[in-house]
């Protein structure tokens, strides 16, 4: 098992930034990598970034790239989105989820369908 809870969301204006945490605890979280989804009303949940445990390998979404990063700290057991520039199209609520390693390095890290648990989520709203 592993719970994973998100924090840092808000109201920013356009070309702001945040940073999203998202605390990872259970005895399994070691074996998982971490991914950041997000979805806005009315539309399919959305990949935006992941990356593995140890930290060897990140990814991004294409609408995100050259805007956001993703970043891990094992010692606070935390997995970071630092959003920069960003736009109102970013509004959604974002989540932080657990995928098994070995669907995240065969290539599952971008299909929420392969993450095993998730957090609440945390509202990010960006005005123009």
């Known amino acids: 098992q592993v719970q994973l809870a998100e924090s840092g969301g808000g109201l920013v204006q356009a070309g702001g930034s945040l940073r999203l945490s998202c605390a990872v605890s259970g005895r399994t979280s070691s074996r998982c990598g971490t991914g950041w989804f997000r979805q806005a009303p009315g539309k399919e949940r959305e990949f935006v970034a992941a990356?593995?445990?140890?930290?060897?390998?990140?990814y991004l979404g294409n609408s995100v790239k050259g805007r956001f990063t993703i970043s891990r700290d094992n010692a606070k057991n935390s997995v970071y989105l630092q959003m920069n520039s960003l736009k109102p199209e970013d509004t959604a609520v974002y989540y932080c989820?657990?995928?098994?390693?070995?669907?995240?390095?065969?290539?599952?890290?971008?299909?929420?369908?392969?993450?095993?648990?998730w957090g609440q989520g945390t509202q990010v709203t960006v005005s123009s």
């Open positions: 989820a657990a995928i098994p390693l070995g669907r995240y390095y065969t290539g599952g890290y971008y299909s929420a369908a392969q993450y095993d648990f």
């Open positions: 990356i593995s445990w140890t930290s060897d390998t990140t």
